[in-house]
T-cell receptor, first 114, second 112 residues
């Protein structure tokens, strides 16, 4: 299955600043997904990112807060903008696994906003 | 709408004993079912999936799960737990052409 390199693995940021999370895949993939895992909670889909088009955001998530780039078929970024402590979470990128049924996940970015 | 329930926040089991982590789901049509494990400070790792066929599926690290359509369940099991199995376990369901829905997670603690 594809290997995803996600970075940074963790960061501590000041409120009001922005952080960009990067995911690099070792093969070309059409769709990538970004998830948020708030402390003690399950995963929530933020958006689906297709190469060459704007990301599709789930209810409760907006582009101004979580802009996503997808410049090519192996790379995507998620920016968490104007951060507040409520944004402290683990953020994960993912893609459909080779069999197209399941997901493969990046290692996650643990974000703490102070 | 799709949903997944993991009725236990925490499961404690002694090393060497069998373990079960429960999952029930709701989805229209035939489900695709998955188990993932998350170790501390790590992303999610795939354990096993049910797509079609044999109701008993075997996955990584000696885990298995049984799909029970009548009970809409997909419980994760292992005959003999290891301390290293201690982690957070997520059940997930996906209907045809739909996104994943993850359960709330169950924290498994295997006591030496």
């Amino acid at each position: 299955s594809a290997v995803i390199s996600q970075k940074p693995s963790r960061d501590i940021c000041q409120r009001g600043t922005s952080l960009t999370i990067q995911c690099q895949v070792d093969s070309q993939v059409t769709m990538m997904f970004w998830y948020r895992q708030q402390p003690g909670q399950s995963l929530t889909l933020i958006a689906t990112a297709n190469q060459g088009s704007e990301a599709t955001y789930e209810s409760g998530f907006v582009i101004d807060k979580f802009p996503i780039s997808r410049p090519n078929l192996t790379f995507s970024t998620l920016t968490v903008s104007n951060m507040s402590p409520e944004d402290s979470s683990i953020y994960l990128c993912s893609l459909l696994s080779r069999d197209r049924y399941g997901y493969t996940f990046g290692s996650g970015t643990r974000l703490t906003v102070v | 709408a799709q949903s997944v329930a993991q009725p236990e926040d925490q499961v404690n089991v002694a090393e060497g004993n069998p373990l079960t982590v429960k999952c029930t789901y709701s989805v229209s049509g035939n489900p695709y079912l998955f188990w993932y494990v998350q170790y501390p400070n790590r992303g999610l790792q795939f354990l096993l999936k049910y797509i079609t066929g044999d109701n008993l599926v075997k996955g990584s690290y000696g885990f298995e799960a049984e799909f029970n359509k009548s009970q809409t369940s997909f419980h994760l099991k292992k005959p003999s737990a290891l301390v290293s199995d201690s982690a957070l376990y997520f059940c997930a369901v996906r209907g045809h052409g739909q996104n994943f829905v993850f359960g709330p997670g169950t924290r498994l603690s295997v006591l030496p």
